[in-house]
């Protein structure tokens, strides 16, 4: 998921106009100062950061940087930080960049930052002399950064803004202590090695340069096109793209000695020849060797030849700890113990992990010099979170081993531990325990629990919450059940617990649903989302939420199936769909099709709103019912109630919208007809309004029915259902009262057997259409039609009988069968608002 919605924080002396940038680690907001001037404020927040150590040190960095910023003219300059504990952030306050277009001619209303990726984005490429002129400011930058001990860690495009025309580095967030080896930054600008050194700088400087340079992507390096074909002159084009090499060099020994260095190659001037001072320095050596003559020579050798002996002896590195006996790592390689002493390869970075139990894993990187031998004395820091490589135990005493993608349980889960959320949740029991059989015959016997599916989610849901307040995982780790198959011994006796497991071979209990279960730890991942369309400026939604305008960069998204959608006026609308992988990037592409007007007896695709529609006679009916998404754009543009419980299980906007009388369904419509016929998709005569009672019919796929009025016509037909004539449905039918939702709603009465998947309303296009198309007559939701139950009649008294609406359809929580029929109708008082009912539209064309 993207970061969550916030809203515009409170700065002191300054009034936050609006967002205008987002990132992994914060958001920037344009601000207004009480002198009335426009200033950037990113703002940092604390829920955005696993633990709270690391967003005290991004603040200690970010005080140090704050004077720093302003004697550099390649750094931009910070005005204020500050934090505020209340409202969970910390801020800075810097320069506003230049408008994009407009220079220091700044509208707030259009405002667009000009950074490089923006400018590269407009112009495809750029031109090497600016490049050279752009790289060698920023460079400069880098280098007065380095030299007050401080990295950037996150050079890239998005990262360099404009202020009056010059190129600053900017977005410090990311700056960190020299050394410190978190790892962050953008893919393909990381330096091989990883962040946090002078060297990782300079490298990702040099891809900047040459993705703005060649126009390619920076994973294309290093294939560089000719002069001939960028346009630039030979010399210019040269220099920058020998520079590019040197810095993006795969071995930091072989990139620039400093970001200075850099500097000067940019500009054409010379380098600090460090090859001619050693040249000196061995002529003098040398010129003195012969002054003192042989004879010292050689008296001097034995002892030379000992001193040499004992700093080979010496280690070059050497790594302590505090508790002492952490294992020592490089890569899969165990090294040893600490203390522990080394002799690397000189010259080569290495990464070693340093793991302890019951403490955070730490990393250190060290580059061997037998002249500068090296030694860490480091503090481990304890903690009761699981550690990668590392068996763990939970707050109750449950033993976890290391497993792809986090830990799963040692052994299933035992009756001792399932009886503990038993008692704490109040929960009754259905299931059975089952002995395992164990090698170790001096070992106590184990019990497994075997229960069904929706108590095991229960169970990790409960583990969850109960580890988390324990402190034993943190807000971003949770548990996932693994079904654990077993056979049972025909003697009644012990159980074999086979190693290759088959679900179409082995059962684990009475009841298919009942299972045996391990549970595994995972831990939130994040990556990134790029979505772009042709042509751009499309509007980007998720769950209802507004992300921006295409092309749009996520940094930071959960890692997990993710779904955006697509909305500009004269298109139809999209739905972008893919899956997140950790520390990758998704590329999402959409080629926006034109809306197009409804036709009259063809199926209609996308009317204003993305619904699609399908000829019934001489309607054209929505082949699912009113979504939530929909019915918001009609509040948003009417002021109209918002219904409640619209999101009760947060699956969003593909649900449909439920708790509306009938008076709103057909407000809905109304809106709806004036709006698409504004936008030309509808005629001047066509309008949307509810289904009649007798269309609805024709739509479930009844024969003509007798009776003049629903409550005469209600249940005359038997056997015919909206699947077919079959009782019960076949699994996946209908979204109906299944084991599921009884389960987890807690559902006086379900269809036995029966299987849909969701516990409460599912999305509209979950289950398959009928013949003619349309879904999901049969159950998700029931449904408003436009036909009162009976003629209206006055009682005794004189007083008018409140009007009865007909509602058709079951929905998630039906289970009997004469409720499910096709010929059924529920008599309610039109002002009713339930949470089980919704509506369908058609559209008519008037004569």
């Known amino acids: 998921m993207t970061a969550p919605v916030r809203t515009a924080p409170e700065i002191r002396d300054h009034e936050t106009l609006r967002l205008i940038g987002r990132g992994a680690y914060g958001e920037v907001w344009m601000a207004r100062s009480v002198t009335g001037a426009l200033r950037a404020v990113k703002v940092v927040w604390r829920e955005d950061y696993d633990q709270a150590d690391s967003f005290e040190r991004e603040f200690e960095a970010i005080k140090r940087y704050e004077p720093i910023s302003r004697r550099h003219a390649g750094l931009v300059p910070i005005l204020q930080v500050g934090r505020s504990d209340a409202q969970g952030f910390y801020y800075y306050v810097m320069e506003l960049a230049d408008d994009l277009d407009k220079g220091r001619d700044i509208s707030p209303e259009t405002y667009k930052a000009h950074t490089l990726g923006l400018e590269m984005r407009r112009d495809t490429r750029v031109m090497a002399e600016r490049c050279l002129k752009i790289g060698a400011n920023v460079a400069e930058g880098l280098h007065y950064l380095h030299e007050n001990k401080l990295i950037h860690r996150d050079v890239k495009p998005s990262n360099l803004i404009f202020i009056d025309g010059a190129c600053r580095l900017a977005d410090i967030g990311l700056v960190a202590l020299l050394g410190q080896r978190s790892f962050v930054g953008t893919e393909g600008f990381v330096a091989p090695e990883g962040p946090g050194s002078p060297e990782s700088d300079i490298f990702s400087l040099g891809m900047v340069l040459y993705e703005a340079s060649t126009g390619k992507d920076r994973l294309d390096f290093p294939d560089i096109p000719s002069c001939s074909e960028s346009g630039d002159k030979l010399d210019v084009w040269q220099r920058l793209h020998r520079v590019i090499c040197t810095a993006c060099a795969p071995k930091a020994k072989d990139r620039y000695s400093s970001a200075y260095e850099m500097t000067l190659d940019l ?289 930071r998204v959960r890692s997990g199936p993710v779904e955006f959608e697509l909305r500009e006026e004269g298109f139809s609308d999209v739905v972008l769909e893919g899956d997140v992988k950790s520390g990758a990037l998704l590329e999402l592409f959409s080629d926006m099709q034109t809306r197009q007007a409804v036709t009259f007896g063809r199926e209609w695709k996308a009317n204003g709103l993305g619904l699609r529609f399908v000829p019934l006679g001489d309607v054209m009916i929505a082949a699912v019912e009113t979504r939530r998404r929909d019915y918001l754009e009609y509040v948003k543009a009417t002021n109209a109630r918002r219904p409640g419980n619209m999101d009760a299980d947060g699956r969003g906007g593909t649900q449909p919208v439920v708790g509306v009388d009938r008076e709103e369904a057909r407000a809905f419509c109304a809106w709806l007809t004036e709006r698409e016929r504004n936008a030309g998709l509808i005629g001047a005569k066509d309008r949307y309004r509810l289904p009649s009672d007798e269309e609805w019919s ?34 996946n039918t209908e979204n109906l009262a299944d084991n599921n939702a009884a389960r987890k709603n807690r559902l006086e009465s379900f269809i036995p057997g029966y299987e849909d998947r969701f516990a409460q309303l599912g999305a509209v296009g979950a289950f398959p259409p009928n013949e003619r198309g349309i879904i999901a007559l049969g159950g998700n939701a029931s449904e408003w039609v436009d036909t009162d139950f009976e003629p209206g009649s006055t009682p005794k008294g004189g007083k008018e009988k409140k009007v009865l609406g007909t509602v058709r359809g079951g929905n998630w929580q039906t289970s009997d069968p004469d409720e499910l029929l096709s010929s059924v109708r529920t008599p309610l008082p039109v002002d009713t608002k339930r949470p089980t009912v919704s509506f369908r539209i058609v559209l008519e064309r008037r004569k």
Do not use: C
């Open 698 to 731: 024709r739509a479930v796929g009844l024969p003509l029915e007798r009776g003049n009025s629903p409550a005469e016509r209600n249940g005359r037909i038997r056997g015919i259902y909206p699947w077919g004539f079959d009782w019960p449905p076949p699994p």
């Open 267 to 555: 500009r054409g001037q010379p380098l600090p020849s460090r090859r001619l001072v050693w040249y000196w320095a061995a002529t003098a050596a040398t010129t003195l060797a012969l002054a003192v003559g042989f004879g010292m020579w050689l008296a001097q050798r034995q002892d030379n030849r000992g001193l040499l002996e004992v700093q080979k002896s010496l280690p070059m590195l050497t790594i302590k700890t505090e508790p002492a006996g952490a294992d020592v790592f490089a890569g899969e390689d165990k090294l040893g113990v600490t203390p522990l002493a080394l002799n690397p390869e000189e010259g080569v970075p290495v990464i070693y992990q340093l793991r302890l139990p019951g403490h955070k894993q730490l990393e250190i990187e060290h580059s061997a010099n037998r002249n500068r031998p090296a030694e860490y004395d480091l503090k481990l820091e304890a903690t009761r979170l699981p550690q990668p490589g590392e068996r763990w135990t939970n707050s109750l005493g449950i033993t976890f081993k290391p497993a792809q993608m986090g830990h799963i349980s040692v052994q299933p889960v035992e009756i001792k531990f399932f009886k503990r959320f038993l008692e704490a949740t109040g929960r009754s029991f259905e299931g059975k325990v089952v002995r395992a059989s164990l090698a170790d015959a001096s070992k106590d016997a184990a019990y497994f629990v075997v229960v069904p599916m929706g108590d095991a989610e229960a169970f990790r849901f409960w583990m969850t919450d109960t580890d988390r307040a324990a402190g034993a995982l943190s807000q971003e780790h949770h548990y996932e059940v693994e079904p654990f198959y077993y056979v049972e011994s025909n003697a009644g006796g012990n159980e074999d617990m086979p190693e290759d497991r088959d679900t179409d071979n082995f059962s684990s209990g009475e009841d298919k649903n009942w299972q045996a279960f391990h549970l595994r730890v995972e831990r939130q991942t994040y990556g990134s989302v790029i979505i772009r369309t042709t042509p751009e400026k499309v509007r980007i939604f998720q769950h209802d939420e507004f992300l921006g305008y295409t092309p749009l960069e996520l940094p």
